[in-house]
């Protein structure tokens, strides 16, 4: 089965950038979709931004011209690239691909962002 493991996460001022990896390993299949997801405290998780194999990204409005998602397809690794961040961002972050029709999820990694 594949896994996920998600980096990258810190604390990090209002305004501030922070850079997220998610590798995957083991039975992979590279041609899926990768997500982003996050979730709050006492809140749904919910979905950030998706990337296809072919790099065409979907953002969520509350993240659109502020965060980048973009993959390596050799290196199996899907990146987050978050820009003006707000304390409204604070979340644990996943990421989640879809193979076989299961979804599989990260660990998370854990972005705080200070006001």
């Known amino acids: 089965q594949v896994h996920l493991v998600e980096s990258g996460g810190g604390l990090v001022q209002a305004g501030g950038s922070l850079r997220l990896s998610c590798a995957a390993s083991g039975t992979f299949v590279r041609t899926n979709a990768m997500d982003w997801y996050r979730q709050a405290p006492g809140k749904q998780r919910e979905l950030v931004a998706t990337i296809t194999y072919t790099r065409i990204p979907v953002y969520a409005d509350s993240v659109k011209g502020r965060f980048i998602i973009s993959r390596d397809n050799a290196k199996n690794t899907v990146y987050l690239q978050m820009n003006s961040l707000k304390p409204e961002d604070t979340a644990v972050y996943y990421c989640?691909?879809?193979?076989?029709?299961?979804?599989?999820w990260g660990q998370g990694t854990q972005v705080t962002v200070s006001s």
């Open positions: 989640c691909t879809r193979q076989f029709g299961v979804d599989t």
